[in-house]
């Protein structure tokens, strides 16, 4: 873990290092180049040759450092080692305490405990427990029973937590006093202050598959992945209709409505032959990801 910076590194905009740190307001003196970092005043000052070692570079009080810490000795962790992976564009960002640190990956520094897919966490730095989150003996039975599944490890303690799930786009939303619904396989994080349970889509039949979602309900904030760029249709301007495997969540005040047509089976949807699409109507949104997902083939 870095300091708590506020800002981030950008490209020089005077052109003599490669990058220069921008504190939010402002460019300061504190330049990248190489992949050593050091002081150099804007409009001025020496040039890239005369540049001072890490180890002896201290950054300014409420400065972040986007270099490894000297260890003891004097030796530095990144001494010979150059290239755009140890130049500071790729270190950690803690502007915020759960934010994206790019577009496939989310860091949630921990404050209260959160839930979290088992298996997405990549890294963790700090005194982080993880623990198996069933939800109760109701959760485990509509698990079992609906195949919805949502396998969830609680995160508690100090730290902070990386998470990423099959290198999908990763997207954060803030619930307030809301409602939001979403097929459990999109399901990436979320606030333990949020409610959870999974509840039949409105409108299915307790045989039909894919008729089963899990919904989030109160104040907090939920991470979600997509496969690919999605689309967010608006249910009030219109009937909306989403294939079953591509639709990923929706506001929970929405009606719904299951639509299947056997006819049309072999044109629209991927499905098991008929296309089997949810029907939405009211006033939300409603969270479309251009992908059905993998497609396991049947035996003829």
Same mark, same amino acid.
């Given at each position: 873990? &870095?300091?708590?910076? %506020?800002?981030?590194?950008? !490209?020089?905009?005077?052109?003599?290092?490669?990058?220069?740190?921008?504190?939010? %307001?402002?460019? &300061?003196?504190?330049?990248?180049?190489?992949?050593?970092?050091?002081?150099?005043?804007? @409009?001025?000052?020496?040039?890239?040759?005369?540049?001072?070692?890490?180890?002896?570079?201290?950054?300014?009080?409420?400065?972040? /450092?986007?270099?490894?810490?000297?260890?003891?000795?004097?030796?530095?962790?990144?001494?010979?080692?150059?290239?755009?992976?140890?130049?500071?564009?790729?270190?950690? #960002?803690?502007?915020?305490?759960?934010?994206?640190?790019?577009?496939?990956? =989310?860091?949630?520094?921990? @404050?209260?405990?959160?839930?979290?897919?088992?298996?997405?966490?990549?890294?963790?730095?700090?005194?982080?427990?993880?623990?198996?989150?069933?939800?109760?003996?109701?959760?485990?039975?509509? #698990?079992?029973?609906?195949?919805?599944?949502?396998?969830?490890?609680?995160?508690?303690?100090?730290?902070?937590?990386?998470?990423?799930?099959?290198?999908?786009?990763?997207?954060?939303?803030?619930?307030?006093?809301? @409602?939001?619904?979403?097929?459990? #396989?999109?399901?990436?994080?979320?606030?333990?202050?949020?409610?959870?349970?999974?509840?039949?889509?409105?409108?299915?039949?307790?045989?039909?598959?894919?008729?089963?979602?899990?919904?989030?309900?109160?104040?907090?904030?939920?991470?979600? &992945?997509?496969?690919? !760029?999605?689309?967010?249709?608006?249910?009030?301007?219109? !009937?909306?209709?989403?294939?079953?495997?591509?639709?990923?969540?929706?506001?929970?005040? =929405?009606?719904?409505?299951?639509? &299947?047509?056997? #006819?049309?089976?072999?044109?629209?949807?991927?499905?098991? @032959?008929?296309?089997? /699409?949810?029907?939405?109507?009211?006033?939300?949104?409603?969270?479309? /990801?251009?992908?059905?997902?993998?497609?396991?083939?049947?035996? /003829?």
């Amino acid at each position: 873990m &870095t300091g708590p910076g %506020q800002g981030n590194w950008h !490209p020089d905009p005077e052109g003599r290092f490669d990058y220069r740190w921008h504190d939010g %307001q402002q460019w &300061t003196d504190q330049v990248s180049h190489h992949g050593q970092v050091h002081s150099s005043p804007l @409009g001025g000052g020496p040039g890239p040759q005369a540049q001072a070692s890490p180890a002896q570079y201290q950054p300014e009080q409420g400065q972040a /450092q986007h270099q490894a810490q000297p260890v003891p000795g004097g030796a530095d962790g990144f001494s010979g080692i150059t290239g755009d992976l140890v130049d500071g564009r790729f270190s950690e #960002k803690e502007a915020k305490p759960i934010a994206n640190q790019n577009s496939k990956l =989310l860091r949630v520094r921990l @404050g209260e405990p959160f839930m979290a897919r088992q298996g997405s966490m990549v890294a963790y730095q700090g005194n982080v427990d993880f623990a198996f989150e069933g939800g109760g003996a109701s959760k485990f039975l509509k #698990k079992a029973l609906t195949g919805e599944g949502l396998p969830l490890m609680r995160c508690q303690g100090q730290g902070d937590v990386f998470l990423a799930e099959r290198s999908y786009d990763v997207h954060l939303l803030n619930l307030n006093n809301s @409602g939001l619904s979403i097929s459990g #396989k999109n399901v990436l994080a979320f606030s333990s202050s949020l409610d959870w349970n999974i509840e039949r889509v409105k409108g299915g039949s307790m045989v039909a598959g894919g008729l089963f979602n899990t919904t989030l309900r109160g104040s907090g904030w939920v991470a979600l &992945t997509t496969d690919g !760029p999605p689309v967010v249709l608006n249910a009030a301007e219109a !009937p909306t209709f989403a294939d079953t495997n591509a639709v990923v969540a929706w506001s929970a005040n =929405l009606q719904t409505q299951l639509k &299947t047509s056997f #006819k049309a089976g072999a044109l629209i949807g991927r499905g098991s @032959g008929e296309a089997m /699409q949810v029907s939405f109507y009211g006033n939300g949104f409603v969270i479309v /990801q251009p992908s059905e997902g993998i497609q396991v083939a049947t035996a /003829q």
